[in-house]
């Protein structure tokens, strides 16, 4: 454990910035499954809301740090080809 004050604080940061980061990491896991479920019920309105809200989340994670950019663009890649309706 850290002596320095300053470091305490940086390790505390550090783990709130961990944290936010498994947010939305964790939630663009889930907006994935999602979209799968509703291309695969057929529900087209379900597919679009949750294609949206996806790109949207891997948009603001690239932004904050929480995903390279490289990796988000390859996230919005893979649910445009899920949406499309050829998974892969």
């Known amino acids: ?14 783990q709130r910035e961990r944290l936010e980061n498994r947010n939305y990491t964790s939630a663009i896991k889930t907006y994935l499954h999602r979209l799968q479920d509703a ?5 087209q309105q ?12 891997v948009d603001k994670a690239v932004k904050r740090g929480a995903l390279h950019r490289n990796a988000g663009a390859h996230k919005k890649a893979r649910a ?4 499309a309706g050829a998974s892969s």
């Open 1 to 14: 454990m850290a002596n320095i004050h300053s470091q305490k604080k940086r390790i505390l940061r550090g």
């Open 39 to 43: 291309v695969t019920n057929g529900d």
């Open 46 to 57: 379900a597919a679009n809301a949750e294609h949206a809200r996806l790109q949207s989340t």
């Open 80 to 83: 445009a080809r899920i949406r």
